[in-house]
């Protein structure tokens, strides 16, 4: 029954941790607003982000002034420009980390928060279109002071696995690390139940380094790939940037993982191989 049960544990342990390192990153770097400004406001120094952010605030202004082809692309160009500043970037910042807030809100049912499901990763826009406002004045554009702010958002990323990452979030933000802690601890007494202990450790070490390398593969880490969650990045090119940011602090994740496994399986293997010298010199002592 020892064995058994043993057994069990190592499998349902190995299991969670594979589902704890995503979890467990999920609730502190994609849940984390302090952390999740850190990732994603560096971003506006990337063209492909600039030109999504300009055309975001250039849409409702054309709609809402009702101008032609080539107003619109004065007020884009004028946008892709300011957007581009270091002024703008400072603006972009608390936009980054407000609307994250705000996201973290409408995962758990508070307030008025974005509604992720539909809209997606999204920006609030009305912050950053005041911030525009005097810049489009400056350059010339005509009625640029009666453009009103509006409220919308500005989508970086959506599609159907952005929805379903949602999802996750939300289930994440419920449980927490108790996959994590609970895989290691489900491990733990897999050790301690084992009749062979040190071969059981050895075992979960190499366990847990070959989940990590699962979890490298089918996360698509280390590149583009072609990992569930990288899937997420080929709708446009700003996702791209988006996952690539994000996903960094995951394959540290990862790699400590693998770290941990493989140090556990050496521990186990240095280990049984002392128990079984000392064991070896008993019986030569004994005979």
Known sequence: MRGV??????????VLVGAGVPMAWTERHVLDTAR??????????????????????????VEQLDAGDVAESLLLAV?????????????????????????????????????????????????????????????????????????????LAEGPQVTRAVE??????????????????????????ARRRFRTLTLAGLGVAA??????????????????LSEVGRQRGTAVLLWEALSASLAQMVVATAVVGGLGALVGVVGGSVHRMREHGRTRRTT
């Open 5 to 14: 049960a043993s057994a069990l544990l190592l499998v349902v342990g190995l």
């Open 168 to 193: 996750v979030a939300r289930f994440v933000d419920r449980v927490g690390d108790r996959a994590l802690v609970g895989g290691a601890a489900a491990l733990v007494l897999a050790v301690l139940l």
């Open 36 to 61: 999740w400004t850190q990732a994603v406001a560096p971003l506006i120094d990337e063209p492909e982000v600039q030109r999504d952010v300009a055309a975001g605030l250039v849409a409702p202004l």
């Open 211 to 228: 989940v990590a390398g699962l979890l490298w593969l089918v996360l698509g880490l280390g590149g583009e790939g072609t990992g569930l």
């Open 79 to 155: 946008a892709q420009d300011v957007v581009a500043t270091d002024g703008f970037a400072r603006v972009w910042r608390p936009t980054v980390r407000i609307s994250h807030e705000h996201a973290v809100e409408g995962l758990r049912g508070e307030g008025t928060g974005l509604n992720l499901a539909e809209d997606g990763v999204a920006l609030d826009r009305t912050a950053l279109v005041e911030a525009l406002k005097p810049r489009l004045a400056e350059a010339g554009v005509p009625f640029a002071e009666q453009i009103r702010a509006g409220e919308g958002t500005i989508v």
